[in-house]
């Protein structure tokens, strides 16, 4: 038998942050096995970890052991170190979560708490003084210091993963550009539109079409994944002197995400936002990005009007600020007053998936689960770029005790 002919030890679906940390995280406990890694987008990380705010998650705002709580954490302090070892453009340089009025103590002080029941470091409360010394521009009646936070190249770490895992075995490979057709547990065949593999076990890590393939797969999955495009604004020249790291607003529980922030980027830049609003198009990063099929099956299922409907007045507002400048402006200037529109200018845009229940809540917690010699990460969404090391290490030991990985 010649290489090609030969079963893959594993064969990863998805090039994204989380399965690239996984092949890293496979290659280096298990050196001798050929590992292939399919990407169908001509680069590595080109949808959400290309895409997201680049900032390195403490881990506070998650319910204290939960799976998010837990590999947050984990995999901050492996993130970090992982920087430092390889020169990846990083900074802990902490944020600020700020509280606007009287009104949004209570929920501050909530976090607060829950920081301290995650263990999260160098975390305090500041007051109304200490908001100015740390962020000048910046006006609330009280804050949190969170001084692990951090901000990361989060495409330059998944380059550096692959490459570092290549180097362990050159036998293993990543193919770009070579989108997964179809699989089958029953034969151990991944089927692209280049060519079909056999392999031994097939980690699925696809993000934004994870529902699609594990249902192809035959996995039995109840929700589905529904897209959040987040529009962003970064600050002008003039304006860039007014934010000097992460400047966070206190988030409403009622609304399932953080709220417009300023996050500071690793080439200098900072960017504002970003909102949230229901995608046409899972993998469209325009305002008027359409797609027919991501469209009907989205606006066909339950859960996603019972979203809409839970959350309307929110929805409506996103949707409002999404094309107009000056509403956004408006939501900025609660944190930062002296911003002006010539301090904003219209940036990038990311899209969240979100795994969606029936009833029209969203999956909180990160989901992974096995199918045969199959492990399909389910649901994956923020902080899964933070964590990306220490779910890819879960991944590794679920396989392993699964007994998934095959011989060899």
């Known amino acids: 038998m010649d290489k090609e002919e030969q079963p893959w030890d594993v064969v990863i679906v998805g090039g994204g942050i989380v399965g690239v940390a996984t092949l890293y995280k496979l290659q280096t406990r298990f050196p001798a096995k ?61 944020k600020i979560i700020v509280a606007t009025d009287g009104e949004e103590l209570p929920r501050l002080e909530k976090i607060h708490q829950r920081g301290i029941a995650n263990g999260i470091e160098d975390l305090r409360r500041i007051d109304a003084r200490e908001i100015q010394e740390i962020e000048p521009y910046c006006r609330g009646v009280a804050g949190l210091w969170v001084g692990c936070t951090g901000i990361i ?26 989108e997964v057709l179809a699989t089958d547990s029953h034969t151990g065949t991944v089927r692209t539109a280049k060519a079909t593999y056999r392999a031994k076990c097939v980690i699925f890590c696809g993000g934004l079409q994870s529902d699609r393939l594990a249902r192809a797969d035959g996995v039995r999955v109840k929700e589905q994944i529904v897209g959040f495009r987040g529009d962003y604004y970064e600050l002008t020249e003039k304006g860039r002197h007014k934010v000097k790291n992460l400047i966070y607003p206190v ?28 995608t046409f198009k899972r993998e469209g990063y325009g305002k008027t990005d359409f797609s027919f099929r991501d469209s009907w099956q989205a606006l066909t299922y339950g859960g996603t009007w019972k979203l809409f409907f839970t959350n309307m007045s929110y929805g409506i507002n996103e949707y409002r600020r999404a094309f107009s400048k000056k509403l956004f402006l408006r ?47 389910l649901n994956a969404p923020s902080p899964a770029a933070t ?22």
């Open 387 to 408: 964590a990306c090391l220490a779910i890819g290490g879960h991944i590794v030991d679920m396989a392993v005790e699964e007994g998934v990985m095959g011989e060899g």
């Open 331 to 377: 939501t900025l200037q609660r944190l930062i007053p002296s911003l002006a529109m010539d301090d904003i200018q219209p940036g990038r845009a990311g899209v969240r998936a979100m795994l969606l229940g029936t009833d029209g809540e969203m999956v909180d917690d990160f989901r992974i689960e096995r199918k045969g010699n199959h492990i399909h990460v």
């Open 251 to 278: 988030p409403d529980p009622r609304f399932p995400f953080l709220g417009v922030h300023f996050t500071r980027m690793t080439d200098g830049s900072t960017e504002c936002g970003p909102n949230a609003v229901f």
């Open 34 to 94: 050929r590992i292939l890694l399919l990407e169908k987008e001509a680069v590595l990380s080109d949808h959400q970890t290309g895409h997201n705010s680049g900032v390195i998650h403490s881990g506070i705002y998650y319910v204290p052991g939960s799976r998010k709580a837990v590999t947050c954490a984990k995999g901050r302090r492996e993130l970090v170190a992982f920087a430092k070892e390889h020169g990846i453009r990083h900074d802990v340089c902490g």
């Open 153 to 178: 190249d989060f495409r330059g770490a998944t380059n550096k993963m692959a490459e570092l895992a290549m180097g362990i075995n050159r036998a293993s490979e990543v193919h770009t550009g070579e």
